[in-house]
Each structure stands twice: as C-alpha cells, then as structure tokens.
C-alpha cells in the first residue's frame, strides 16, 4: 500500500475527529481526542483496502491434469511418402508417368540428334534420381522398379550424347543393355502400383 494514500485518508480521518471532538462533543484538547477518534476507522479503511489488494493478486491456479488433458495435441508425424501408404501410391502413379514421358522424350532427342536438347534434359533427369524415395522405414519399398528404372534413362541419356556428337554407334551394345534393365524395372514397376491399387 503507498504511504502517501495512507498519510493522505489518516489526515482526512484525523480532520473529521478533530472537528468532531471540537463541536459535537466540546472535549478540552480536540486535537488528541480526534486522533483516538480517526484511529478506529483508519485501522477499518486498511483492512479493508489490503483485503482488495491481496485478491486481485492471488497467483492463478494452474489448470489440473484432467482439463490439460482434452487438449487436443497436433499429429507428431507429418504425411510423407515414406510413411503414408495412400500418398506412396500416388507418388509411384507419378513417377511412373515421368518415366514412360522422359524416356519417350530422350528417344525422340537422340533420332533427332538433338545434342543440346539431350544434355537439356539430363539435368530433369538427374534431379529426378535425386528424389529420396527409399529412406528406410518407407512406404516406397511397395513399388520397387519405379526409381531403379529412372536409374538406367539416365546411363542411356548419356550414352546418346556421345552418339549424337560423334555419330558412330559406338555405344549400341551398351544402350541396349540398359533399355532392356529399364524394360525390366518399369514392368516390376507398373505390377506393384497395380497390385497396391487393388487392395
């Protein structure tokens, strides 16, 4: 409580029991008398006042265990590929897509002899490898043959470059060889996304 507040009613106490003592009850010495007079409601005005004072800083309870409880917590996990069955298959959908489209592209580019537009794509290509489908644990495990077949386009794409640059089938044996690996890994592929969806 500020002193000041208190100095200030004990004074207006103390003026209203001196002029009480001095008129109403004639006493000799109504400077003391309204003192003993103000005294009482001084001692009443600060219970009162340290009674408010003291509820409006009651520290707040906190909140029990059962009400902490209906809070509701957001999920710890968020919905990947890795981890969410649904979300998997149609990420292999996808990427089965971008295969069968980026091979037919890199076809069309190498009968062309499109050396620049060959290199173009290749870095479409290798950012699509880049994709970490298969961080264990992980939902993609079901659609083994999606990533492993973008692996051989990649090795083809290359080997297309140097053809169209040099134009002497060096490398017709080693093309050959990974279209039949990505022949291989796109049907296993195309199976599991078909076997998934059937579930």
Known sequence: ????????????LWVGG???????????????????ISLPFLIVWMLIAGYFQTEQTLPVEPVSAAVAEKVVTAPSTTPTIH???????????????????DYAK????????????????????LNNIEVDEYKPPSEMHFFMGCYEAYNEIVPINSYYIDDSIHQDGYN??????????????????EENIKSSSEL
């Open 172 to 189: 017709v044996e080693q093309i050959a060889d990974h279209k039949a690996n990505y022949e291989y890994w796109l049907g296993l592929c």
């Open 18 to 36: 001196w002029w009480i003592a001095k008129n109403k009850i004639k006493a000799k010495q109504p400077i003391g008398m309204g003192w003993l």
């Open 106 to 125: 890199n076809e069309v580019l190498y009968q062309n002899k499109d050396t620049q537009g060959l290199r173009d794509i290749r870095s479409e290509l």
């Open 1 to 12: 409580m500020n002193i000041y507040v208190l100095l200030g009613v004990w004074l207006v």
């Open 83 to 101: 981890n969410d069955p649904e979300m998997a298959l149609s990420f292999a959908k996808e990427r089965l897509a971008e295969l069968k489209s």
